[in-house]
């Protein structure tokens, strides 16, 4: 017979006080120790099975004993602090992250012709692809949040990793455009959502006082991405096709995994809590399955946030309507230089230019945000910016030569820059840090939207006007330039607005204070009243 062991509960790992089981001490160890000891296996199995099957559970539930008291022994938890030095390689970390996952999306254009000749699809067809990619990098954001809240930043991103991994695996050898959809489409924007917002999250944390230069510096990894992603994409597609780049792509993903493994707890109350207690009991009855569901997605959409934050309610709605233009240059730049006879080697090399120069541009535009006379004007240089980059597309409806392709580019970059440097540091301006989380869930998601549906109109645009690209551009200049008008002037509206409100608290705690200053002036001279009385004039003004 096996010798069977006593009762026991599982080995644990020591976190700080609490405790968490191991991942070796699975119930499976446990399972096969029971099975091994009963008779119908020895049968079944032989007894020299049985055994060594019943001395191999044991050993293993032996190891993760010892692992689990050394683990209490030799591993605290750790908790760096804000603005140390560990938060310039959380930083390096994001910058990274943000390069293979917000700047990989502007160099699916580079694919367009070959997928929409392997699929045999039309133009709107093929800008399913990266609407959905694009659509889903943001639209994971209440679930994101979700995760951050229970299981902390770092294993969301690590999870965002592998998902992105397994999506451009399986893309690889899709066969449909609907398999192509769902694996690249959606698992790989989803997974790349999950590491991206994360990363944003940990560095608000890890940064407070140099927060706009932290955000500014995060971003050149997007500048970084958009220049490497084109060139490598080019030099993988001549040589192993569109199948074999984004089997090479999966694995350039998991470098995800590694920067998330960098993300430390930091040592903050404003920081998310991984592990939540359970709520106190209360004295109303338990709402129901439903109920339950709307409140959970109420509570992590942030809709009460979106209701009591006019700031906040006027960024969303602007981003909103400029996403629906903003996407349309990076995907469409590339097809319409090659259609107006530009060399696709040097058609792909415009997107890489809009990269490089970002990199220089995006920490000087941080920098200057960050100096306090530039501090409170963000808002406003964020809705110029828009401006800017809705006016620049409107010179690729004039001319397509190759040399103003890349003035346009340089001009772009400009105004492409200070909107990425800007956005975060005007989301951390108007959200609070406790609330960015679900905030920025809620905001990512109905960006989404525009995402989703604003490259395909754009190619059924195509489609109707004979690949005429003038009207894709015009499309995207019209909604830029209109959201840009309507976030500076709602800006403009509310600081007006706080500042009479400010005005008339003033003057009321003035009309308060009056009465008990009059009777502190009593019995003094005629010169101390009238000396009091154009004081109190000129505070009142």
Not at 229 to 234: A, E, G, R
Not at 305 to 310: D, F, R, V, Y
Not at 376 to 398: D, P, Q, R, W
Not at 399 to 413: I, K
Request: glycine share 10%; aromatic share 12%; proline share 5%.
């Amino acid at each position: 017979m096996v010798p069977c062991t006593k009762a026991r509960s599982p080995p644990s790992w020591g976190r700080g006080e609490a405790q968490v089981p191991s991942p070796i001490s699975s119930p499976l160890c446990w399972s096969l120790l029971e099975w091994a000891c009963l008779p119908e296996s020895q049968v079944a199995l032989g007894t020299g099975l049985a055994f060594r099957l019943g001395d191999a559970a044991q050993a293993l539930i032996a190891v993760a004993e010892r692992l689990g008291r050394h683990s209490r022994q030799r591993m605290p938890q750790v908790l760096e602090r804000a603005e140390g030095s560990w938060a310039w390689v959380v930083l390096l970390a994001c910058m990274v992250v943000q390069g293979l996952s917000l700047g990989f999306p502007p160099c699916l254009g580079i694919f367009f012709t070959e997928l929409q000749h392997d699929f045999q699809a039309s133009n709107s067809e093929t800008s399913w692809f990266p609407s959905i990619l694009t659509a889903m990098l943001h639209a994971g954001g209440p679930l994101c949040s979700i995760l951050v809240g229970r299981f902390g930043c770092r294993a969301t991103v690590m999870a965002g990793g592998v998902l992105a991994c397994l999506g451009m695996v399986a893309s690889s050898f899709s066969h449909t455009l609907s398999q192509f959809y769902i694996a690249a489409g959606f698992f790989t924007g989803l997974g790349l959502c999950f590491s991206f917002q994360s990363t944003i999250t940990m560095l608000g944390f890890y940064f407070i006082r140099r927060r706009a230069l932290a955000n500014a510096l995060a971003s050149v990894g997007i500048s970084l991405g958009i220049t490497l992603w084109p060139l490598l994409t080019h030099y993988l597609l001549e040589d192993l096709g569109w199948r074999g780049t984004f089997l090479i792509f999966g694995g350039v993903f998991l470098h995800c995994c590694v920067c998330g493994a960098i993300l430390r707890p930091v040592a903050t109350s404003a920081a998310p809590e991984t592990r939540k207690g359970p709520s106190p009991p209360t004295k109303r009855p338990a709402p129901g399955c439903l109920a339950a569901c709307g409140w959970a997605t109420l509570r992590y959409l942030a809709f009460d946030i979106l209701w009591h934050n006019a700031g906040y309610r006027v960024f969303t709605l602007g981003v909103i309507w400029m996403i629906l233009g903003f996407p349309l240059p990076h995907i469409f730049l590339v097809p319409y230089a090659m259609q107006h006879g530009v060399d696709k080697h040097r058609a792909a090399l415009l997107i890489s230019i809009i990269g490089f120069s970002n990199i220089f541009l995006r920490p000087m535009a941080g920098l200057v945000a960050g100096r306090q006379g530039f501090a409170s004007y963000c808002k406003y240089l964020f809705s110029l910016a828009i401006l800017l980059n809705g006016l620049t597309n409107l010179v690729c409806t004039m001319l397509a030569d190759f040399r103003v392709l890349v003035g346009y580019c340089l001009v772009y970059s400009v105004s492409m820059s200070v909107i990425g440097a800007l956005f975060f540091q005007v989301f951390m301006d108007i959200v609070p840090m406790d609330q960015f989380s679900r905030a920025l869930g809620l905001c990512t998601i109905l960006e989404s939207i525009s995402i989703l549906i604003s490259p395909p109109i754009a190619g059924f645009l195509l489609d109707s006007t004979d690949n005429n690209f003038s009207y894709v551009f015009y499309m995207s200049s019209f909604f830029l330039i209109s959201a840009a008008l309507f976030m500076g002037g709602g800006f403009f509206a509310l600081r007006k607005k706080e500042k009479q409100a400010s005005q008339a608290k003033g003057e009321a705690a003035t009309k308060e204070a009056a009465p008990e200053q009059a009777l502190t002036g009593e019995g003094t001279d005629s010169s101390e009243k009238r000396l009091w009385t154009e004081t109190m004039y000129v505070t009142s003004v």
